[in-house]
């Protein structure tokens, strides 16, 4: 089974702090990919990487950049995080063929105040 | 412009009571279309990947199917655990970029005991 882990489930951070979010997968999948779901909303594509050191903007880049030095691993980074990045924040993984499925971790919840 | 709408938003069931959800998309052309289950504070569990209409695609008491418009999730003899919000998303043809999808907003699925 396909596993990917995001490095914590909770996060409570202040408004203008610089915010790492971590996401491992096991199943050396080359693609990754951020997503926030927030109710009303639904999932919205933040970045993807479908290669070590590629990225690739979403539908919702602004205020966030990631980084992708390792295959197994991507990161969100919220550069001064606001209140409106508060949010679950889903990380997900397949393989490079454009047909195939994303995995999905379980998510981080984070709260800005 | 693509879209993806699920119906109905929130179905309330009896133990047993068979039923179906609908995701009915509207792209230039389908590479695929996916299925999820989502349980309240994890992230989203792949179920089935549709490529073509006609497909059929079956696991326990899901069945799902898919025509040139739209695709169901028929759900026979429902259990409590099968409680949640099942996702549905498409991958098309002609996007900017061949890895995103559309996702639709969901539908709640409640199996009273």
């Known amino acids: 089974d396909v596993k990917v882990t995001q490095s914590s489930r909770y996060l409570v951070k202040r408004t203008g702090e610089k915010v790492f979010l971590e996401c491992v997968q096991d199943?050396?999948?080359?693609?990754m990919f951020w997503y926030r779901q927030d109710p009303g909303l639904g999932l919205r594509l933040i970045y993807f990487s479908y290669d070590v050191k590629m990225k690739e903007k979403g539908d919702i880049p602004e205020g966030y950049s990631v980084s992708r030095e390792k295959k197994e691993r991507f990161s969100l980074i919220l550069e001064s995080a606001s209140t409106n990045q508060t949010s679950m924040y889903l990380c997900a993984s397949s393989r490079r063929a454009v047909d195939q499925p994303q995995h999905f971790g379980d998510g981080t919840r984070l709260s800005i105040l | 412009e693509d879209q993806v709408t699920q119906s109905p938003e929130a179905l309330r069931l009896q133990e047993g009571e068979s039923s179906s959800l609908n995701c009915s998309y509207t792209v230039s052309g389908l590479r695929g279309l996916f299925w999820y289950r989502q349980d309240p504070g994890k992230g989203p569990e792949f179920l089935f990947t549709?490529?073509?209409?006609?497909e059929e695609k079956e696991k326990e008491r899901l069945k799902a199917t898919l025509t040139k418009k739209e695709s169901f999730l028929h759900i026979t003899a429902p259990k409590p655990e099968d409680s949640a919000t099942y996702l549905c998303?498409?991958?098309?043809?002609?996007?900017?970029?061949?890895?995103?999808?559309?996702w639709g907003a969901g539908t709640k699925l409640i199996i009273k005991p």
């Open positions: 549709l490529y073509s209409a006609g």
């Open positions: 998303a498409v991958q098309a043809t002609g996007r900017g970029s061949n890895y995103q999808l559309i």
């Open positions: 199943m050396d999948h080359e693609n």
